[in-house]
Structures are given as structure tokens and as C-alpha cells.
């Protein structure tokens, strides 16, 4: 007999259709365990149980009469503290932020709420999605961090506080916290899923993410989000051919690529042909364009508040900021070049494959002390805007989760999914769970 | 007996298919008017006269083949010269620029040739694209600026030196130049042409234009640009609304006003209703974000050159090159934020209407002492990439021709020409040419 925090979303919106479980039952149960754990990992910024109950029961009025909102009624979710969600106030992890509520939900919040989706409430994030640590803590072990931008997101679904939660990624903030916290983390396309009512931190590259626990719920997420419906394979039958790229992903610790070898090696067992890829000179380019395209941009968006309140901003922001300031407007535009440039010829690169597959991190997640750890590994795909999608693939040395990346063609999600499905068929690390201990972890 | 000079395209075109003349013949008769013209216009940066010939023969032998190329076989064009075209320097009417061949025509170019076009030289313009005047003057009356910066463009067209050329619009240079010829500008939606092989000036405020005599040509070289073939209109049928803008187009001299007011009145009683619309506040945020825009654009292509030459530079451009030096990121990023909310408002006021209706120029030319004249009414649909057309509406006070500028939704050229069509159909004012004497103007 399973707990309801162990099923992923499929398996929830199937009990509650099948009224083996009310919405509000569910809902309640996780809040149970929220409960139990919140107190040591400091997932949420915002837990509105009441409002989740709420929903949570008129779907279940929705249900007695026989109607059901979509693939997720009565399925609770978690929206990370930057989407607007209808009178909560969009933080975005900092006190800074206006604290007006919000007077409608973001497109992403209320496409997941249409398909019958109830809001459990906001999770933490470091603060305006930038490099200053979030006090959440890693379910894995508590003295290392979750990874962020969206470190309560990744750390609630590792945790089993619910089985899905919105994230966001401008550098590696969906990826990096979903691999640190051994769930599956998914950056669409650049643009596929509207970013209305997503509090910008660098609009270029801001991409709305999912963190789930399987495959197959991010791809149902996934097809909510755009609104164009379950999002399978277009050509499931194919040869599914897996780059590695021949330089440039290599993992800090030496004993640690085992995992990375060990996915390939899967991969290749299940039928994937795989082969070696000459990394495009621009990758290089992808990383150091976006890195200022970026700052540029997040300094835009932060120049007036900041120009009130410079000495109350987080240190590691703070030095964002700055260095966005004194960027230059036709450093700015030729970066933007640069980055259109390079980005073509990653697609060239990606165009006679299935994906491209890298270790998602430089190592496992870091110890918590001042760093969300390293996106160096993300940064080239959320500045070309392909999509990307992390898989749990093993354990470091130091018992935390590794995972892999794949990274598609532009627009072909289904690619991902079908080698992560592939993946998650021949392999098991998608199970297991964070060995979490009530009480301060 | 009409001479070759005085031809349209379509025309031109059906005479060489008729075998009525022959392509060779035709190239001659231009090249004998260009000889007679030129000394004192100024119009072209680079007469290819023999290569012209050559190409017109190939064509003729095409044709005694039984090939035809496409809808321009035989036709001659003129090349602006900040298009590559294979073999010839691409010195965008600058002495500063690299003065190495290209190694391929620009795409528009190739368009256009596959289509059967005979290249007959490449055009004066203003250095880069910028304004400082060219040497070119305006057909109608020599005192007087062509504009710019497509000046030799559109003055060869205005002057029958050839029946269409192909311009380039960053702020106004195409519409503004056809409207003080007397001939009609095509920018069409940005992005709609590739821009690959356009020297930048402002790139994401570059546009492919087309310069012609009557809205029929300009529609068949924009559906040979595009590759999509004859644009015809989508519903030829429905009801014509057009709307004048209730503020912000005012013709500097009140007298040289009628001629719009005319033009209104020759699309109403030809069936087209006429409403007043509400100019959304976003106008004046397109301009004002469009300049910063392109002043940084023009500083990053540039900063490298002018760090080595700026004394060489032409003054105004040099002003523009140190503006946009001084911009800072934030505050390009903030502009292109604000060209992108206002462009939508644009496009919601366009929503309802076939055509917005505007003067195209604040004035007939000016003086070509030191000014290309005034682009104010042009560049807002340039930051906006609305696609705009101007058309020949009567003259000025002065005896210069004046224009009215037409802009539709994005996509929507099949409404310009539509509007176009109708406008020529009930007035002459395209049928019009300048009064030309040969020797010093």
C-alpha cells in the first residue's frame, strides 16, 4: 500500500478519477507531510493549506457530478515564489519585492489550475532568481544545498511534498536543483511556454521549467503548459541516436563520471546508437555571451529598485547588478550576436541527433555555505534556448544524486522525452528516495 | 510608342516574354537614359553596364531556348549598395567600408535574380545607411534632397533610369526617398526578406525594401523576395478600412496638407470607409525606443572601424556612432521592453484595420543642403516592423511630389497592395514622372 506523497502525478490524477481518493484527501496527506519535514528543509515561502483544501474540495464537487477539469484534477502542485498566483505576492524569494498580491494567476499557473491542478502554494527561491542562497536545504542531506534558482521547487519534489512543482531557468535554475535533488528537471524551448506574470530576471533567457519525479509527468506538465495536450513522441519508432560531446563536460571528480558512463552505457544497452560530437567553438560563445546578456538584462529589470535600495540587496545580486550597470549597450547588442550566431551552430550540431547528452553538473550538490553550486553545464542551453531535461542517473561517492542532461533540437521536447522514458525503462534511479528524517535534518 | 524607360516590370517583363524586345535591347535602352542622366543625379555608386549586358544576353539566349528564368527574366534592377552582389565591392556609400568583392549575392539579390532579374549596377546611398547626404539629387527638382538613405535607388526609379530597385529601411530610408521621388516604397514586415548579405545598420531594425512606380511591381519583386510567389491579396473581396491616425502626422505646411486629404477622399469615394483612430501613446514609444535602439545596433556594428578611424568619419554619422557608444545595456534592454509593449499596442490599433493611413513625410524634399530630411513618420513602423508602403498622392505647393503612407498588421502586404491597388486605380498620381532634362539639373 502506497502513501499518497509517493505517487507521481499520473498516478494521483488516476486515483482521484477513479475516486480510489479525493482530491481533498490527497491534498491533505500531503500537507501532512509537508508538515513533517518543512521545519528542517524550508521548502515553502508560502504554504496556503487552506486555500489547497479549498480547491482541493470543489474539485471534489466538480467530481460527484462528473466533471473533471482536465488530465490533472484534483492533482496538487507547487509554483515557485516568481509566477504570479491570483491574490498571493509575487517575492521572488526577497522582501524587496513589492508585496501587492497578485491580481491574476501567470499563464503557466493558470494553465496547470484550467487542467484542474490545485495550488498547494509558493516555494523558496534564492532571491530574484540570482545566486544568493535560499534557506532551503538539500533532502539528501541537509548540510548541502538544493541547488537554486528554484531550490524549493526541486527540494518539495525530492521530498515527496508533492510530485510536481513549477520552476524557472535563465542560467541552470531547474536543472541544477532537480539533479542535486535526484528528480527530473525540464527546460522547454525558449518561448514554448508563455512567461506572463513570470517575475523577469533576464527576459532573453527566462524559461519556464517543470520538476517532476518521472518523465512522463514532465511531459504531461509539459503538454498542459503550451496548451497543445499530452506531449508524445511524434516519431516513437526511430533510431534514437545520443551525442556526447568530446569536450568541455567534464565532471569534477573522476570516480563521479561513473555514473555519466554508467547512463551512456544504459542507453546504448536499450538500443540508442551513440556517438562522439565535436563540441561547436560556440558553445564557448553560448556561455560567455549569455553570461553578459544576462547580467545586462538582470541589471535592467533591477536599476531602479536598486538605485533606492542598493545597500539592503543580497551581496551575491548585488555584484550582478553592478556589473550589468556598467555593461555597455554595443557590448550588449554584439553579445546578443554572438549568442544568435553560436546558437546556430549548436542546432547544426544537434540537428543529426536525438540529443546531446552531458552530465547535468560539475559534481553533486555542494555543501550549503554561501553557494547554490556551479550552472556552468546549463548556461550554453538556456542562452541558445533548447530545450533540456534532466534525469537522475546515480550517486556520487558522497551518497547525493548525479544526473544526466539531454538537450534537443529546438521545439523537440518529444526527443527528450523518448530518450528520458528510454532511460527511466532500463533503469531505476528515478525511484529512489530521499531517506528523509522528521526534525532538523 | 511607349520607350523601354517608361515600363514597369510587369510590363517589361511581358514584352521581353513576347519577344517584342529583347532583354539585351531593353538593358541597352536603360543604360543609353542612365549615360544621358547621370552626370547630373548622381544616382549610382556602380554602373555595371558591360556585366549588364552580358547577363541580359544569357537571358536572350534563355529565352530563344524556350526558358524563361522566372517573372523578372530579361528585367533590369538596381542594387542599393549595402547589398552584396557577387563580385563587386559592398561599400555602403562609404570609401571607410572593405572594398573586397563579395563572394555571393545577398539573398535578396540572388531572389531576384533567380527570378530572372538583370543586375544592373549598385546605387548611391548615404554612408552607411546613416545621414549624411549622398551626391545623389532628387529627379524632380536638383536643389532638392532625394532622400535617404536608399537616394540613388529611389532617384534612378523616380528618373526612369530603371523600373525597380531594391532599398533599405532602418528608420525611413525607404518610404521617405520614394515619396520625395514620387514612386512607390515597399518595407515590408521585418523579417519577412532575409536580411543575410544587407550590410547592418541597425539589425534588429533592418529592412529589404523594394522602390517601384506603381503598386503592381512592388508586389510581384516582394513575392519574388519572399519566394512565396504573386502577392495577391488574401480577400480581395471584403470591405476597405482605413484608418487616419487622430494626432502626431501633421504636414508641416498646412497648404501641402491637401494632398493627403485628397488621397482620403479618392479611397473613400472608390468604397473605402474611413475612420478616425485613436493613436495609441505607444507611437511615441516606439520612436523615442527605436532611436536608442538603433543608435546602439549602429555603434556595435561600427565601434571596431571607428575605433581606427573616426576622424575619417562623415560628421552626422559620427554623431551617432559616439551616441549609441554612451548607452548603457540597461537602458538599450529597457528600450527594446518598451519597442516590444508598444509595438502590440500598434498592433491592436491595426487589429481593426486594413490600412493605417498617414502622410508619408512631414514635407515635400528639402533642400539637399546638408539633410536627407525627416524620417519621424517612418521610423515608428520601423521599430515596430509593421509593413508600410507609400504611394504618390500629388505635390506641393513647391512642385514636389508628395506621398501617403500606408501600414498594416504584420503579414498583412496583401492589405498594402490591396489599398495600393485601389488608390491607383482611381487617381493618376503614379502615372507622373519627373520632368527630366538632360546635362547638369
Known amino acids: 500500500m502506497t502513501q499518497p506523497y509517493e505517487w507521481s ?14 482530491s481533498r484527501g ?9 508538515r513533517d519535514y518543512e521545519p528542517s528543509l524550508h521548502a ?20 460527484v457530478r462528473g466533471v473533471s477539469r482536465g488530465p490533472l484534477h484534483g492533482v496538487a502542485v507547487a509554483i515557485k515564489d516568481n509566477y504570479d498566483v491570483i491574490d ?44 544568493d542562497p535560499a534557506p532551503t536545504r538539500n533532502p539528501w542531506n541537509g548540510d548541502h544545498t538544493p541547488g537554486g534558482s528554484s531550490s524549493g521547487s526541486a527540494a518539495a519534489v ?9 520552476g524557472s531557468q535563465t542560467a541552470g535554475s531547474v536543472l541544477r536543483p532537480a539533479a542535486y535533488c535526484g528528480v ?8 514554448a511556454v508563455s512567461r506572463q506574470g513570470l517575475m523577469a530576471c533576464a527576459w532573453s533567457m527566462d524559461h519556464v521549467g517543470v520538476i517532476a519525479r518521472d518523465v512522463d509527468d514532465a511531459a504531461l506538465l509539459f503538454g498542459v503548459l503550451t496548451g497543445a495536450g499530452p506531449a508524445d513522441s511524434k516519431d516513437s519508432d526511430g533510431q534514437i541516436t545520443v551525442g556526447i560531446p568530446d569536450r568541455g563536460f567534464d565532471i569534477s571528480d573522476a570516480s563521479d563520471a561513473e555514473a555519466f558512463v554508467g547512463a551512456v552505457d544504459v542507453l546504448a544497452k536499450a538500443g540508442a546508437k551513440i556517438v562522439s560530437v565535436e563540441v561547436p567553438d560556440g558553445l564557448q560563445s553560448l556561455a560567455s555571451a549569455g553570461i553578459l546578456v544576462m547580467y545586462a538584462e538582470l541589471a535592467a529589470f533591477h536599476r531602479d529598485l536598486y538605485s533606492r535600495r542598493a545597500s ?34 549548436l542546432s547544426s550540431a544537434l540537428a543529426g541527433l536525438t540529443v546531446l547528452l552531458t552530465p547535468t553538473t560539475t559534481s553533486p550538490a555542494p555543501s550549503r555555505q554561501g ?20 534525469l537522475s542517473c546515480g550517486f556520487a561517492k558522497n551518497g547525493l544524486p548525479l544526473g544526466i542532461q539531454a538537450v534537443a533540437s529546438h521545439g523537440r521536447e518529444d526527443f527528450l522525452f523518448k530518450v528520458g522514458r528510454l532511460f527511466q525503462q532500463h533503469s531505476d534511479w528515478h525511484k529512489r528516495r530521499a531517506p528523509m528524517k522528521a526534525g532538523p535534518i
Chains 1, 2 share one sequence.
Open 371 to 390: 553557494s547554490t553550486g556551479d550552472w556552468r553545464f546549463n548556461l550554453p542551453f538556456s542562452a541558445s534556448g533548447h530545450p533540456a531535461i534532466t
Open 9 to 22: 502525478v499520473a498516478e494521483a490524477a488516476e486515483r482521484i478519477r477513479d475516486k480510489r481518493i479525493s
Open 312 to 345: 539592503e540587496y543580497p551581496p551575491r545580486l548585488r555584484v550582478l547588478v553592478e556589473a550589468g550597470l556598467s555593461i555597455a549597450a554595443p557590448d550588449y547588442v554584439n553579445a546578443l550576436r554572438v549568442r544568435h550566431h553560436a546558437a546556430g551552430e
Open 44 to 63: 515553502w515561502a508560502h504554504l496556503a493549506g487552506d486555500w489547497a483544501e479549498a480547491q482541493a474540495s470543489q474539485c471534489d464537487e466538480d467530481t
Open 88 to 131: 498571493l505576492p509575487t517575492r521572488g524569494g526577497s522582501d524587496l519585492s513589492d508585496d501587492k498580491p497578485a491580481a491574476a494567476d501567470a499563464v503557466a499557473v493558470a494553465r496547470l489550475r484550467r487542467a484542474g491542478a490545485v495550488v498547494l502554494g509558493k516555494t523558496a527561491m534564492t532571491p530574484f532568481a540570482a545566486m
Open 158 to 166: 525530492g521530498a515527496q511534498m508533492c510530485a510536481a512543482a513549477l
Open 184 to 191: 527530473v528537471g525540464l527546460k522547454p524551448t525558449y518561448d
Open 26 to 34: 490527497y491534498v491533505q496527506a500531503l500537507l501532512a507531510r509537508i
